[in-house]
Nanobody, 116 residues
Framework: QVQLVESGGDLVQPGGSLRLSCAAS????????MSWYRQAPGKERELVAT??????NYADSVKGRFTASRDNAKSTAYLQMNSLKPEDTAVYYC???????????WGQGTQVTVSS
């Protein structure tokens, strides 16, 4: 059974930091491109970061503040978020994608709220 389980979301003050985790099971993690998305209330889901085997790409809005990484041995992806802003408030989702078969898996999301 395929599972992606996000954790680490919380309420944090502006300027604070959080580390999100995405624990994967039920598929060969290393074969998949891992991405982080977020969806704020009333807005469309947007891509935050994508981790391929060699590169990590970021949305302009988080460059220099967020760092995405993965540990294939632990089948886990991470999103380190620093210098958080109120506009980072959203539900954060991890996604696993394998293009050759068009397999696409989503986690249930974790809430990040940035507020004083």
């Amino acid at each position: 059974q395929v599972q992606l389980v996000e954790s680490g979301g919380d309420l944090v003050q502006p300027g604070g930091s959080l580390r999100l985790s995405c624990a994967a099971s039920g598929f060969t993690f290393s074969y998949y491109v891992m991405s982080w998305y977020r969806q704020a209330p009333g807005k469309e889901r947007e891509l935050v970061a994508t981790i391929t085997g060699r590169n990590t790409n970021y949305a302009d809005s988080v460059k220099g503040r967020f760092t995405a990484s993965r540990d294939n041995a632990k089948s886990t992806a991470y999103l380190q978020m620093n210098s958080l802003k109120p506009e980072d408030t959203a539900v954060y989702y991890c996604n696993a994608h394998r293009e050759i078969y068009n397999y696409d898996y989503w986690g249930q999301g974790t809430q990040v709220t940035v507020s004083s």
